[in-house]
């Protein structure tokens, strides 16, 4: 099981950059056996995948509204999984969430429901003015 935590979150104005992290610590597994998942959720509406990374981080997706500006990245030595965000617009504004799913190596198949993922940390505010 791996426990979650993020980081990184805040009040940033339209066109800036954040970078989210999500440290884990671990017990009885490894870091490097999770797929792991960024999500967004906003008051009224559902949890959303944002982007996606396997195990090896050699296979990323991407919501179509962020691709080109967020960027998911992960060092297994560290036991952290990134979110950089850039050219962030007021829409980008909500809870983000980081998620993790046990996988086996070869899959890199797409996750996006909220149920594919076991463990997930607390959350962290990102607000974009305008």
């Known amino acids: 099981q791996v426990h979650l935590v993020e980081s990184g979150g805040g009040l940033v104005q339209a066109g800036g950059s954040l970078r989210l992290a999500c440290t884990a610590s671990t017990s009885g597994g490894t870091f490097s056996r999770y797929a792991l998942g960024w999500f967004r959720q906003t008051p009224g509406k559902e949890r959303e995948a944002v982007a996606q990374?396997?195990?090896?981080?050699?296979?990323?997706y991407y919501e179509d509204s962020v691709k080109g500006r967020f960027t998911i990245s992960r060092d297994n030595d560290k036991k952290t999984v990134y979110l950089q965000m850039n050219r962030l617009s007021p829409e980008d504004t909500a809870l983000y969430y980081c998620?993790?799913?046990?996988?086996?190596?070869?899959?890199?198949?797409?996750?996006?429901?909220?149920?594919?993922?076991?463990?997930w940390g607390q959350g962290t505010q990102v607000t974009v003015s305008s």
């Open positions: 990374i396997s195990r090896s981080g050699g296979t990323r």
């Open positions: 998620a993790a799913k046990s996988t086996i190596l070869s899959d890199n198949r797409r996750f996006t429901s909220v149920s594919d993922y076991a463990q």
